[in-house]
C-alpha cells in the first residue's frame, strides 16, 4: 500500500505516515517532557474525552519520552487518540469524508481486494528471538505498554491490537481487536470474547483445541489505519479483513510471512509479536477496566508464548483509549457499525423507511441502546419489524431499541426522551422479549439470560407544533447572537418550531397578525366566535365542528 488514491484523498500507507498526517493538520499533540506510562499516559489523554471538549476539538497525542515507575526510560514513542480520538481523525485515516464512510465500508466488504506477499517488510527490520526474548528486561518488557486504567488494571495491556489467527482446516483468516496483557517478557494474556457473536478468533482456538495443537498468533501494532479498522468491526467470519482493507484502500495490502508462525502480517507495520496459544491450560487474566464502562475482574484465558518480536528500526507503539466511552474504541466501532446496521434494515430487511441507525455512545459503549429513525407515516408493521431486526442482527447489539420519527436527531438524547414522554403509550408501544445473551456486559453479580426492549416512539397521529419561535424568526435571532459578539452557539435539533399536523390556516393567520403587530385582528375573530353554557378549557374546533355538522 504505497500511497493509494481513495476517492480523492490520499490513503495513510503506515502508522507513522499518518501521525505525519495528523501533525500537518493540527490533529496531533506532541508530548516531549517525561511521562510515566504505568500512571499519567492514559489518564492525560482520558482528560479529553471527559472533560467536556468538543468531539471535532480531541486530538491524538504522541508521547516522545516515556518513562515507567522504575524510572526506566523508553526509546520509543507511544502514540494514543491517532485512529480515532474524533471522527475527523478516523476519517483521515481511512482517507474520505465522514459523509461517505457508511457507504466505502459496504463498497470494501462486497468488492474485496486480496493482499500481495512482499519479502524484506519493513516490520522486520529488527527480529528479537530465543535469549534475548527471554532475559529479564527484555522481550515484551522492552516495550512502553502502558496501563489503561491505573489503580484498577492489573498490568500494561495491549489495546490498539490486530490479532491474526487462522482457521486450521480451511485456513481462511480472521483478524480481532483482542487485548493482551503482559505477564513476562514472553508471555502474553490473551482474551478473545467467548461469548455468542463473540470472536472469529475464538472460533479457530476451538478448533485447534479438538486437534490438541496450540494456535499460532501474530499480535500487530500499529498498522496503517486502513488496515487498523477492520479489527474491531464484526465481520462476516469468512470474510478476509486484509482484502476489505484492500478494498478500502483501493490497493492490495502489502503482508509477509511471520518469522515463527505461519501467519501472513501487514508489512508495514510497526510491531508484530509472534506467538502460540496453549490449547489446553487457561491462565487468569484481568482485572481490565473494559469498554463496557465496569472493571472485568479475573478470568480464565488464553496464554500465549511468544516467539519473536518483530519491528521497523525506528518503530512507534500504538495504544488505545478504550474503557468507559466515548473513547477512541467508540468511534472506530461506531463509524462503520451504524452504516452496516442501516444497510441491514434497508437492503437485506427492505424496510426503505429506516433513515438512520444510531448506537448510543457516551457510557453505554454503542451496544446495549440503538436508535432507529423513520419517515414519518411509516406502518406501524414497519416501525416493528425495523425493531426486530435491529435487535437480532448482531447477538451482543440492540438490548434496549428505540424508534423515533424523522424530526428527532436520535444523537440528541434529550430529544429522544422528549419523543418518549409524548409519543409512547408503555402498555402499547413497549414491547419486552426474553431469552437474550448476555452480550458483553459486566459480569459482577448472577450469571443470568438478558432481555430484550423494544420501544415505538414514533409520532402516530398529528400534534400540535413545537412550541419554540419559528425558523425564520431563530435564524434571525442567530445573526443578531452573532453580531454581538456573545459567546459561540452549538443548537442542537429541536431549536426551532415547526408543524407537527395539528395546526390549520385560522391558527397561522392569527400567527402572522401577531409578528405583523396586528394582533387585535384575532381578537375581532374570537369576539365574535364567543359560546355560553361551556366549561373551560374546551377545545374550540370541537365546538365548533360540531355546530357546522348541525348547520
Known sequence: MNGAESGSKTVSPDFQSHLADLEAQGLLV???????????????????FIGGIAEDDRRAFLFTNVVDSTGRRYDMPVAVGAFAASPHIYALGIGRAIEDIGADWLNAIKNPIPPVTVTAPPCQEVVIKGDELRRPGGGLAALPVPISTPGFDAAPYLTATL??????????????????????????????????????????????????????????????????????EKLAIDQDELSVAGALAGTAIRTAWGVTVDLEVPAD?????????????????????????????????????????????????????????PSESSVIKKLALEPLFLNHLRDHLSIKSALRVVMHEPLSNLRPI????????????????????????????????????????????????????????????????????????????????????????????????LALPGREYMERAQALWRELNLPALTPRSPWYGYSLGDWNDIWQGFARNAVAGEWAKNGENTWQRRRGGLTPETPARLVETDKKSDE
Open 30 to 48: 506532541r508530548i516531549d517532557r517525561p511521562i510515566n506510562k504505568d500512571t499519567e499516559l492514559h489518564p492525560l489523554v482520558r482528560c479529553q
Open 370 to 465: 440503538i436508535f432507529v429513525q423513520f419517515a414519518n407515516s411509516t406502518p406501524k408493521s414497519e416501525i416493528w419489524r425495523g425493531l426486530q431486526g435491529t435487535a437480532a442482527r448482531q447477538a451482543d447489539s440492540g438490548k434496549m431499541v428505540i424508534a423515533v420519527s424523522e424530526d428527532i436527531e436520535p444523537e440528541h438524547t434529550d430529544a429522544v426522551m422528549w419523543s418518549l414522554a409524548y409519543r409512547c403509550n408503555p402498555i402499547e408501544d413497549v414491547h419486552i422479549e426474553p431469552y437474550r445473551s448476555g452480550g458483553h456486559s459486566p459480569k459482577s453479580g448472577p450469571a443470568h439470560a438478558d432481555s430484550t426492549l423494544l420501544i415505538d416512539a414514533t409520532l402516530k397521529y398529528p400534534m400540535a407544533p
Open 163 to 232: 490479532c491474526i489467527t487462522a482457521d486450521p482446516d480451511s485456513g481462511v483468516r480472521n483478524i480481532g481487536t483482542y487485548r493482551a496483557a503482559l505477564k513476562s517478557p514472553n508471555r502474553l494474556g490473551v482474551r478473545m470474547s467467548s461469548r455468542i457473536g463473540g470472536a472469529g478468533g475464538y472460533l479457530h482456538w476451538c478448533k485447534y483445541r479438538d486437534r490438541g495443537e496450540r494456535m499460532p498468533c501474530a499480535i500487530v501494532i500499529g498498522a496503517a489505519p486502513v488496515v487498523m479498522y477492520t479489527g474491531p
Open 269 to 325: 507495520a510497526e510491531i508484530v509479536i509472534e506467538g502460540f496459544i496453549d490449547t489446553h491450560l487457561l491462565e487468569p487474566e484481568g482485572p481490565f477496566g473494559e469498554s463496557n464502562g465496569y472493571v472485568a475482574l479475573e478470568d480464565f484465558n488464553m496464554s500465549m508464548e511468544v516467539t519473536a518480536i518483530t519491528h521497523r528500526r525506528a518503530p512507534v507503539f500504538a495504544s488505545m483509549i478504550s474503557q468507559v466511552s
